[in-house]
């Protein structure tokens, strides 16, 4: 049976923060295949792939019908009649289309809703599953890494730190995991109501409560505090985001804590004080986002903590290379959009494991109904998936990862300890 790419359609659909976002429908053989939405970020790195945006005054500048008309009037008629199993292929195509190194031209919300389209329709033609379509050795089921208390860019709180994290790395499976997660989540919710007030729960944009907290020992001492009340803390590790470069003050070179200013030594010495105090698993962009040579230094420090590369590597081989020269890290964070499509982010990440890497897939602050990035975080086998607390747009995520741990049954692993190297 022969398969060809009939149709592509695109549309402006609404994202969890009500911002517009680019939906895109790839047609083979005159039915509907492949549907795939497009995440935002927020909290971005400066090395991403540029997503085009209207501007002007409709929709606060944020339109995308650009990248929309790009997609039907651009893309569509040069992959009409593309075998969509052609992934590698038709993704370089995009990059040619596009002509420019961070896709500013067609823009990466164009093209990334294209590559993971046609890679649904693939895996729909197929018959497959996705994550079985992308890989048909996808047997582990991701430790969670749920953000409970958020700051930086994704609330309207002054706390610094981006995300404080919990990873069950001791439960049985990942529905046993996100049971622990949730309970500490209700436990520590009262914990805030008690010294905040009710009005200190609501939540960030990635659904872990935003209380008006500062600093990182405030933050750890109440989540370690409702983790003991849980009874589970010998099956907990403590993770962050830190997303450093956006306390960083970059006039000043330093680095700006509840009205502090720190050096990176500075910044490095309250890691290496704070592991001490708790066990804390992954760190994530420590450091600000062009410091190389500090994330190799707290690599090494802290030997035996998984310090991610977000803004750092942007899930780029051509940082990730600049990062494992030099041991920045030993992890990368891994979202497909930062790079623009769905070759070249799998690309990175084979670059990762190959150097001993880890590899955390993850949501962005800005996410729709696509669940995508389940299937994605189990074909990778990267043990490891960071994709926010409550909220649909995240806990959807997790019910497709319960479903398809169900489908693998006896088959699936859940690493636990080993999420950063699971196999
Ligand atoms: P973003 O941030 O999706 O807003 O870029 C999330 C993160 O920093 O991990
Ligand atoms: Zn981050």
Redo the contacts with the bound molecule.
């Keep these: 049976m022969t398969f060809k790419i009939t149709d592509i359609r695109a549309r402006e659909i609404i994202d969890c923060r009500g911002f517009p976002t680019v939906e895109v429908d790839v047609w083979v053989n005159g039915e509907l295949c492949g549907r795939a939405d497009v995440?935002?970020?927020?909290?971005?790195?400066k090395r991403e792939a540029v997503e085009l945006r209207d501007g002007g005054k409709r929709w606060g500048g944020l339109g995308t019908t650009v990248a929309v008309k790009n997609v039907v009037d651009i893309i569509r008629p040069a992959l009409v009649g593309w075998d969509p199993r052609e992934q590698r292929a038709i993704d370089m195509l995009l990059c040619q289309l596009d002509g420019t190194k961070n896709k500013s031209n067609l823009g990466a919300n164009a093209i990334v809703g294209v590559s993971l389209g046609v890679a649904k329709a693939a895996a729909k033609v197929s018959g497959l599953p996705f994550y079985k379509y992308i890989n048909t050795n996808a047997h582990i089921i991701p430790v969670p890494l749920v953000n409970l208390i958020n700051g930086g860019?994704?609330t309207s709180n002054d706390l610094e730190i981006?995300?404080f994290i919990v990873m069950p790395v001791g439960a049985n499976d990942l529905k046993h995991g996100l049971q622990i997660c949730y309970e500490i989540n209700l436990l520590l919710r009262d914990l805030i109501v008690d010294k905040y007030g009710k009005i200190a729960v609501n939540v960030g944009?990635?659904g872990g409560f935003a209380p008006p907290m500062t600093g990182i020992n405030e933050p750890m001492k109440m989540l370690s505090k409702a983790v003991k009340a849980s009874g589970y803390a010998d099956m907990i590790i403590y993770g962050m985001?830190a997303?450093a470069s956006h306390w960083y003050d970059w006039d000043k070179c330093v680095y700006c804590m509840e009205g502090e200013e720190m050096t990176r030594d500075d910044v490095i010495d309250m890691y290496v004080k704070l592991c001490r105090d708790y066990p804390i698993g992954s760190i994530?962009?420590p450091l600000m986002e062009d410091d190389f040579e500090g994330h190799a230094i707290l690599t090494k420090k802290l030997d035996g903590v998984q310090i991610v590369g977000?803004?750092l590597f942007t899930t780029n081989v051509e940082y990730i290379k600049r990062g494992i020269e030099v041991g920045a890290g030993n992890a990368i964070?891994w979202?497909f959009n930062q790079v623009g499509t769905l070759t070249e982010a799998l690309d990175a990440a084979d670059l990762a494991y190959r150097a001993g890497f880890g590899v955390q897939v993850?949501?962005?602050?800005?996410e729709t109904e696509d669940t995508s990035i389940a299937d994605l975080s189990v074909a990778l086998n990267a043990g490891q998936i960071?994709t926010g607390t409550t909220r649909s747009e995240r806990t959807s995520k997790y019910n497709q990862l319960l479903r398809i741990a169900e489908e693998l049954g006896s088959q699936a692993y859940y690493p636990g300890r080993n999420f950063r190297r699971p196999f």
């Design positions: 995440p935002a970020g927020r909290s971005t790195g860019k994704l981006q995300e944009d990635e985001d997303a994530e962009d977000d803004d964070l979202k993850s949501e962005r602050s800005g960071k």
